[in-house]
Every structure is written in structure tokens, then in C-alpha cells.
């Protein structure tokens, strides 16, 4: 499949407006690599999951409330364990409670499990939880990133894992009849991998389950691509997977997002690199590559989100960047105008000159007010967990 890529002229000002004003959840360790959002406890507010890489530490945090939600948050450690890159909710054994999965790298090169409490009042127990290591996953890979997803139709969740380094892989590990019997989880490697920064589940081509979309950063693997889900019975064949790329076989891109960045009611696949954002449109069948230049005075990219910022109905990109040194910005938003196919973008500031590296944007309503706020973490200044609090007002019915 061939693809189409154009670089839009851009007329991209200087930032406007002050930074939007930012709520610190955690800042108690060192080197906060990420968010997980998810409800674990029933009261219809995202709870966060995040693994602290220097510190060792994996760390759940409770939302307290929409009025105390700028305030630090209830939290509980977890687990200690080196190196953790990621970290992410899924109730594994299915009692009910919501565990974590943690994917370290460096090392350590282990995938752990924290048990939780099976009683939801000790959930902030940090004595309550069980740490255990997943054999099948033990000093194989430096792991970067796990998605919960049933895959094979039987017992509990399954979940996607990725790599980078040597041996480096994306694969699925398969739930036994009892998942906490540990040593009975399977590891089904579908290809090899230099450097995985997403894993995404959507249907790409409309036929029920979900597929795999990701973003390989390094090695003769890269690009953005995805594999399609071949069912469960075929799920543990890795040959089944079929790849089928997006684009970015030449770039060195990170995050990605999946979102209808134009509103043409396709969704768009949108990849972050160092000086620019890339835009995947499907356009007659093939994905075409339509890239965004970064504005002057921002760090280099990490992360992108899409997402209708100030509310005119039109959506909007918000990005995140590391090497942000000061004065330069960490975090921005793009606005168009009449289309964004014609590339009159618009700078807005986010985060002004504090932080260095940023990672993964996450969307929520936070404060429960209708608009979109960003969830974010920094590993250099150790800013920590926190959240922005967008300034554009909404109605709430």
C-alpha cells in the first residue's frame, strides 16, 4: 500500500494565554512514568495507576471527589519493584477487585502482579496487596507496556505485552483456568520489536473484536502499524496476526492516538515525534501522512491527544514533550480554523517552562465541570503526578 505524505504549511504564532493552572495527585517519589485510568472502586470517577521507574515504587491513587480532586490524592503502594515502566488496572482473577500489572524494563526485565485486597475497605492497605512475579515473563525482555484484553474467549482477561532491547517483542500471555496460578500463564510471541511506546485495542476493519494498533519506535519493526485479530481460537498461532501498516516506517515516532481528528466520522491515528506530529488520514483506501512542524519554543515530542479543548465543537490537539528545558514548554494545544487540512493551526500554552520530561497525555473530566482536563506525569523535575485544569468553562446538565 502506498502512502501519501504531506507537510502542511503552518502558520503557528507564539503560545497565547497563561499556563493552565496544575493540580499535583503524588509527588512523593522519583521518576513518574505514566497514567492508567480506571474505576476501581464503582463511584464513576477514574482512579490512576502509575509505576515511579527511579523510586521502585507502583502506586495506585483513588479520586477523592470533584471538590477535592485538586488536593493530593488518597494512595496506596502497591508493590516495590525496579524499574517500573508501566503500570495498569485489570481485575486478573475476577473477585472483583481491581489488581495492577506492572511491566519493568532496565534490569529487571519482569512482569509482576499486585494482588489486591479482596475486601474494597482495605484497598489502601499497602500491607493488604501481594506482589508476585509472572514466570513466563521473568528476565526474558526490558517490558514497556501491558493492554488487558480477553483475547482467547476462555477463563479471565488476557493481556497484550510489549519491549524494546534485545529479544524484543510484542506478544499476549494467556490466562490459565485459575489466574493466580501463575506458573500456568502462557507467553505467545507475535513478532519481534525495537521499541514499543503504544498498544491500542480498536476494530480497525469493522469485524467485531478488537485488533491491536501499535507504535515501534526503533529497529527494523518501526513504524505504526497493527495486527489484526484473527479470533480466539487462532489467537496463540502468531502467524494469524496480520500486520498491516499505517505509516512512519522512516520516523522515529512514540505515543500514538487514535481519534476523528477532522471529524469525517473515520478515526485518524495521530504519532508524536521530535519536531512534529504526524497525522494518519485514510484518503481513498491508503493511510496518507500529513505532518504537523511543532511550534517554536517546546521541548520534543513524546505524546498527542485528541480532543475538543475549548469547547467550539471542533477537535483540537494537545501534546507533550520531553527535553523541555527552560524556557521552553513541555506541553501545548494546536487549534484550527476552518479545516485542519489546510494548516491555519493555532499555539496555546499548557505547561510554561516547569518540567523537563513529560510523558503519556491522558483526557478526563477531573474536576466534573464538562470539559476535558489532562492527566500527565514528569520524570526529570519531578513534578510527579498531576493534572491540568482547562480553563474553559462548561455548562453541566
Not at 476501581?40 to 477535592?68: F, S
Not at 466534573?368 to 485544569?389: A, I, K, M, T
Request: one cysteine or more; aromatic letters at 8%.
Amino acid at each position: 500500500m502506498k502512502h501519501l505524505v504531506l507537510t502542511l504549511g503552518f502558520t503557528l504564532p507564539l503560545a497565547a494565554a497563561e499556563p493552565w493552572r496544575r493540580h499535583t495527585i503524588d509527588d512523593s517519589s522519583q521518576g513518574a512514568d505514566g497514567v492508567r485510568l480506571a474505576d476501581v472502586n464503582g463511584d464513576g470517577l477514574m482512579d490512576i495507576a502509575t509505576g515511579w521507574e527511579e523510586g521502585g515504587l507502583v502506586r495506585a491513587y483513588l479520586h477523592p471527589g470533584h471538590r477535592k480532586a485538586t488536593s493530593k490524592w488518597p494512595a496506596v503502594t502497591v508493590g516495590k519493584v525496579k524499574s517500573p515502566e508501566d503500570a495498569v488496572f485489570v481485575d486478573l482473577d475476577g473477585k472483583g477487585a481491581s489488581d495492577v500489572i506492572s511491566s519493568c524494563e532496565g534490569g529487571n526485565k519482569n512482569i509482576f502482579i499486585h494482588w489486591a485486597p479482596r475486601d474494597g475497605k482495605d484497598y489502601l492497605d499497602p500491607t493488604a496487596w501481594k506482589t508476585e512475579k509472572l514466570p513466563a515473563t521473568a528476565g526474558r525482555q526490558m517490558w514497556m507496556y501491558a493492554l488487558p484484553m480477553q483475547i482467547d474467549g476462555s477463563h479471565g482477561p488476557d493481556f497484550f505485552v510489549g519491549s524494546k532491547g534485545g529479544n524484543g517483542s510484542i506478544g499476549w500471555l494467556q490466562a490459565p483456568e485459575n489466574p493466580r496460578d501463575l506458573a500456568r500463564w502462557t507467553f505467545h510471541k507475535l513478532q519481534d520489536a525495537g521499541w514499543i511506546m503504544s498498544l491500542i485495542a480498536a476494530d480497525m476493519n469493522g469485524d467485531g473484536p478488537d485488533d491491536l494498533v501499535v507504535s515501534d519506535r526503533h529497529g527494523k519493526t518501526r513504524g505504526v502499524f497493527w495486527l489484526e485479530n484473527p479470533g480466539p481460537e487462532r489467537a496463540p498461532d502468531p502467524s494469524a496476526w496480520k500486520r498491516h501498516e499505517i505509516g512512519g516506517r522512516d520516523r522515529e515516532l512514540k505515543f500514538i492516538t487514535i481519534g476523528d481528528l477532522d471529524q469525517d466520522g473515520r478515526d485518524d491515528v495521530i504519532a508524536s515525534e521530535k519536531k512534529s506530529l504526524v497525522w494518519f488520514r485514510l484518503e481513498d483506501g491508503a493511510w496518507a501522512e500529513r505532518v504537523i512542524p511543532l511550534p517554536p519554543g517546546v521541548g520534543g515530542g513524546k505524546s498527542v491527544v485528541v480532543c475538543d479543548i475549548d469547547g467550539d465543537g471542533q477537535n483540537d490537539l494537545a501534546f507533550s514533550c520531553e527535553g523541555a528545558k527552560a524556557p521552553l514548554s513541555g506541553v501545548r494545544w494546536l487549534s484550527w480554523e476552518k479545516s485542519p487540512l489546510d494548516g491555519s493551526w493555532t499555539d496555546h500554552e499548557i505547561a510554561g517552562p516547569e518540567g523537563l520530561k513529560y510523558d503519556r497525555l491522558v483526557v478526563s473530566d477531573v474536576d466534573g465541570d464538562g470539559d476535558p482536563d489532562l492527566l500527565c506525569c514528569e520524570e526529570r523535575d519531578q513534578l510527579g503526578v498531576f493534572w491540568y485544569e482547562n480553563p474553559f468553562q462548561r455548562k453541566v446538565d
